[in-house]
């Protein structure tokens, strides 16, 4: 079945020691998205990718770094994570559709990241 | 600014007691409306898209409808495993590919 995978499930990591989360896809979307969500809020986009070009949201902190190397796979690197990163981190893609608009995302199932 | 405030918070329903969940939003130029649901501790899961005032799209026991200013996701004669965070998105024309997400209903169904 066509997917969207998400690596490790679960991510433990000390207080300012980087850490990289990995998505990965079947789906052969052309735009990848990372969206943290907090306990109990809304998910909050991060940035994406649409093909190789890189869209930032202005205020994804600078902390926040994103890898693609090619369609199928997603990296997210958070430089120094602090105690208020502690979240779980969801990936998603999506397609083009006619007319430039954008398909409905199909998103993986998350890996929870605990800073210590 | 676009914003989707979604209602109640959580809601209990016993089993085959019908309902709606509430998805007000206020976005400048609609896109497209989305209904996710996500079980504790996973992604959020696609259920629906809406595009237009007056769409209606019907999976099993879910309705959602569409108006001008907010949408409903109807449940008709909920099971417990409709138990779930409900999450309403807008994607609207100036905000890219961006979704804006309200903060959920969170469903519990007793048998």
């Known amino acids: 079945d066509a997917m969207v995978i998400q690596n490790p499930r679960y991510q433990v990591t000390q207080f300012g020691k980087p850490v990289t989360l990995s998505c990965s896809q079947t789906l052969n979307h052309n735009v990848m998205y990372w969206y943290q969500q907090k306990s109990s809020q809304a998910p909050k986009l991060l940035f994406h990718y649409y093909d190789k070009d890189f869209n930032n949201e202005a205020d994804t902190p600078d902390n926040f770094q994103s890898r693609r190397p090619n369609t199928s796979f997603c990296f997210l690197d958070i430089r120094s994570p602090g105690l208020g990163d502690a979240a779980m981190y969801l990936c998603?893609?999506?397609?083009?559709?006619?007319?430039?608009?954008?398909?409905?995302?199909?998103f993986g199932p998350g890996t929870r990241l605990t800073v210590l | 600014e676009d914003q989707v405030t979604q209602s109640p918070e959580a809601l209990r329903l016993q089993e085959g007691e019908s309902s709606s969940l509430n998805c007000s939003y206020t976005v400048s130029g609609l896109r497209g409306l989305f209904w996710y649901r996500q079980d504790p501790g996973k992604g959020p899961e696609f259920l629906f898209t809406?595009?237009?005032a007056g769409e209606e799209k019907e999976k099993e026991r879910l309705k959602a409808t569409l108006t001008k200013k907010e949408s409903f996701l109807h449940i008709t004669a909920p099971k417990p495993e409709d138990s779930a965070t409900y999450l309403c998105a807008v994607q609207a024309y100036q905000a890219g590919t961006a979704l804006i997400f309200g903060k959920g209903t969170t469903l519990s169904v007793s048998s």
């Open positions: 998603a893609t999506s397609s083009i559709g006619r007319g430039l608009s954008y398909n409905e995302q199909f």
């Open positions: 809406l595009y237009s």
